[in-house]
């Protein structure tokens, strides 16, 4: 994986634990970071935007996960190189041993491994912080392109359904052969828009993901060519995604079958 280098470069494997949410960190006294290559999940990383040759490198994670961190050091001078991992919170931080060298190549090699903290060291009072932590961390588990498509779809939806009832309810006051709508039937409509556009995100996702993997396929095994395109395909969210509307569904059948909350509607 690293760069081809001097015999006499000194190799370094290390192997780290942080907490979700944690980070690691690589600092050189010098720029002599020269090739960085980091191999795991990469839409679930928030990896440093470096310029090579760089004195620093830092790679966090929200949620649990494995990375193999691939790091080419070298100059001709003398450095310094120190790992440290900061905890979720940012204010305690550890280091490992240093690495000082007179000059030359440094390879190293380092085993992230992202994992919960344990109930019992969380601490403090449940209050809005824990909250917005716990939904930073939770919306870490998404894709970036799940996450704006499903907001542009909330806008584009909320938006026209709430033009959409506020035109039927006044159309059906003034002309009066409907009865106008009540909070019970502009709840339900509400839940039947909510459903309608996580159907809609469900099968755009489907679309996506199943296309990204028939231009892979069609690329390698028509014109042998192999294209390094970011991996769209992610279970969790169709998973997620197909609970919270099946639940949304059952809800709007129960409002109309059971609470009759479904407004009367114009053949």
């Not at 310029?51 to 050091?73: D, G, R």
Request: proline share 4%; hydrophobic share 45%; net charge neutral.
């Amino acid at each position: 994986m690293l760069p081809a280098s001097h015999a006499d470069a000194t190799i370094s494997q290390q192997t780290v634990k942080l907490f979700n949410g944690g980070r690691l960190r690589v600092d050189s006294t010098q720029n002599s970071i020269r090739k960085i290559v980091v191999q795991g999940n990469i839409t679930a990383a928030r990896i440093s935007n470096n310029t090579i040759p760089a004195k620093n490198f830092s790679l966090s994670s929200s949620t649990t996960q494995f990375y193999t961190v691939y790091l080419w050091l070298s100059l001709p001078g003398s450095y310094v190189a120190t790992i440290s991992l900061d905890d979720p919170s940012g204010k305690n931080s550890s280091s490992l041993p240093s690495f000082y060298l007179s000059g030359g190549d440094l390879n190293l090699t380092i085993f992230a491994s992202f994992e919960p903290a344990p109930t019992g060291q969380q601490g403090g009072s449940i209050g809005w912080n824990s909250f917005s932590e716990w939904m930073t961390q939770f919306s870490g588990a998404f894709p970036w392109w799940v996450k704006i498509l499903y907001l542009a779809l909330g806008l584009q939806f909320g938006l026209i359904g709430y033009r959409w009832i506020r035109f039927e309810d006044e159309r059906r006051r003034i002309e009066k052969h409907l009865p106008p709508l009540d909070r019970g039937n502009k709840a339900y409509l509400w839940t039947d828009i909510l459903f309608r556009a996580l159907l809609t995100g469900f099968v755009l996702c489907i679309v996506v993901m199943i296309g990204e993997a028939i231009i892979v396929l069609v690329a390698q095994n028509l014109f042998f060519v192999t294209l390094s395109f970011v991996s769209l395909l992610d279970f969790f969210s169709l998973f997620f995604v197909a609970i919270i509307a099946l639940l949304i569904y059952i809800g709007r059948e129960a409002m109309d079958r059971f609470l009759d909350l479904k407004p009367l509607m114009e053949d």
